[in-house]
């Protein structure tokens, strides 16, 4: 039988092309932003940058570093993510074995995602007034609490996403040999879910490095680096955002400098979490 | 050896208090929810007891000094800049996920998969300077001049401003900033679809286009709608790269190449000076709420959607 060409082969071809388009798009967006703060960060970053805090007439173009908002940055999101992950593992660990499927579990469920929802300035603000109301001031403790409520839904969520692609006969073993959920949970769970806890631990980091609209009323900005829970502290987004909005092109250098370092942190962050979700998740049955 | 091992007793308490900290824990984000709105309506109440909330939402002035608090030019700021984004990324974000679920070799997921990570993970700020580097440039010089000789009779693509910050680049960059999301979920709601629907549109003779077009998009529908919802919610309260790129006048827009004031710029923006005029942090903390209650909105009806469908798994 000879083939004829018809209008659907035809719409077949169409389709395919304008969804070989549509994947090039990706790709080449993310090509297109990386080359973009590649091409100019790299010429401005320099070892001063990294090394040194603003030196007095740093936002005229004078001399300094940004390692303020390099460390400010790292503190925030460290301990964000350590308060975070403690309120978290058990939320996860127990939202599966004690709620399971209960109309209960589905409502923490739905708030979990809801809460992931909330845009961050609405965190930032929160996280302000709650600051008011107790007497704080912009400080690095304000800010990582802040920081820590944005990262508690993201964590749980991605720890949640492992925990039910489990076995579901390695939990209901576990019971048939007569241990209590509790056991459960914390021995057989815990060892199945370790390479969910790498990969939510590095991805609410990386949320947490790179969010700027939460740590703007809380954290405040600082030259110095931070010493005490109760100072302000400065961080990388921040620092790109104030300085990108500076009169002086030498300045502006330095935010390209900035988003570079900012960057690389959160790509190696990623990448890396793909990596050691790996390598963790080798021992854990399948 | 048997000695340190605990005794039935024990591990029963042990169970029983376990079991009481989950309850407790379990109503930690419910409890965050309500408190979160709780606590900013709070602070907007000032506000509402001097003027109704439709004078509000409807007023267009935007003077705090004389006490005039307009919301409109926001809120409209807010849903232009949405709309844009949300116009441009679905398309290639539907046709790319359908891609991926009905034609891709596993090599193009394996790909594909670290480049949506990556897009997902760069900070907004990262988005923001981007557009300020290259979008705002590109919209300025390049497809401004364009629209407005052959399609400037149109209102929507006029321009009244020589630069380049504008909608359409706060658009463009949000498009990008959503599209892992849009992709990831769509894929997701198609992979739920089963696969005798495939087999038994191809084995009628249909194309693979006429099977997605005809079986698996009506059928996944709901799912792939709210996943557009969701990932609008997320647009609305994009702060960060939306600010750096949209020209923050508060006016009402007529065109997409004019500048907006999107909601939460104007709570980034002002933060600083609230606290020195009367009734100013209230009407900044009541942006916070509106932009909240919207979100909370489409979030939640995306979400109760969206979890129906995945479970069909």
Known sequence: ?286 | MGDFSPTLTQRQAQERTARRVVFVLSALPLVLIIYITAALFTRFWPLLEQYSLWDLLIGTQWYPMQGKFGFLPFITGTLWVTAVGVFLAVPPCLLTAFYLSEYARPLTRVLLKPVLDVLAALPSVIYGVWGVLAVVPFVGNQLRPVFSQYLGWIPLFSSHQPTGYSILAGGIVLAVMIAPFLIAVTYEVLMTAPQDWRLGSLGLGATRWQTIRYVLFRQSLPGILAGVVLGTSRALGETMAVLMVVGNVPQMPRSIFDAAYPLPALIANNYGEMMSVPLYDAALLGAAVLLLVIVLAFNVASTLVLQRVLARR
């Open chain 1, 1 to 286: 039988m000879k083939f004829r060409w018809h209008r659907r082969h035809w719409s077949e071809i169409i389709v395919k092309l304008l969804m070989y388009c549509s994947v090039g798009l990706v790709f080449a967006s993310l090509a297109v932003i990386l080359w973009t703060i590649v091409s100019k960060g790299l010429p401005a970053l320099t070892w001063e940058m990294v090394s040194q805090t603003p030196k007095g007439g740093f936002y005229l173009g004078k001399e300094g570093g940004i390692l303020n908002a390099i460390l400010g940055s790292l503190y925030l999101a460290g301990g964000a993510t350590l308060i975070a992950f403690v309120f978290s593992l058990p939320l996860a660990l127990f939202l599966e074995t004690y709620l399971g499927q209960s109309r209960w579990a589905n409502w923490v469920r739905l708030s979990l995602d809801v809460l992931w929802g909330i845009p961050s300035i609405v965190y930032g603000a929160f996280g302000f007034i709650l600051m008011l109301s107790l007497g704080m001031r912009a400080s690095l403790l304000g800010g990582i609490l802040t920081l820590a409520l944005l990262e508690l839904p993201i964590m749980v969520r991605a720890m949640d996403e492992v925990i039910r692609r489990m076995p579901y006969d390695l939990e209901q073993a576990a019971l048939a040999l007569g241990s209590t959920k509790w056991e459960v949970a914390s021995r057989v769970v815990l060892r199945q879910m370790l390479s969910g806890i790498v990969t939510a631990i590095l991805l609410a980091f990386g949320r947490g490095i790179g969010d700027a609209a939460s740590v703007l009323f809380t954290a405040g900005y600082t030259d110095s680096i931070p010493t005490s829970l109760m100072r302000p502290a400065a961080s990388l987004p921040l620092a790109v955002f104030f300085q990108l909005g500076t009169p002086f092109p030498q300045v502006q250098q330095r935010a390209y400098a900035a988003a570079l370092i900012l960057t690389v942190i959160v790509l190696v962050v990623s990448l890396g979490s793909r990596f050691l979700a790996a390598q963790v998740g080798k021992f854990s049955v399948k």
